[in-house]
């Protein structure tokens, strides 16, 4: 399952990547394989 079938709330474990800009991009935050990630969804609305 790809990262953005995830839906808000849901868990999964990185398997691999797949593009090599990207996964660098992760690994440097820590998104390693075999780590747990939830999706976490925070929308800010401003009212004017």
């Known amino acids: 399952m790809k990262l ?3 839906r808000p ?6 398997k691999e990547f797949t593009d ?3 996964s660098v991009k992760l690994m440097e935050m820590g998104c390693l394989p075999g780590e747990l990630i939830w999706l976490i969804v925070l929308l ?3 009212i004017r």
Not at 9 to 14: K, R
């Open 4 to 6: 953005s079938q995830l």
């Open 9 to 14: 709330g849901q868990s999964g474990i990185i």
């Open 20 to 22: 090599l800009e990207m």
């Open 44 to 46: 800010l609305w401003v």
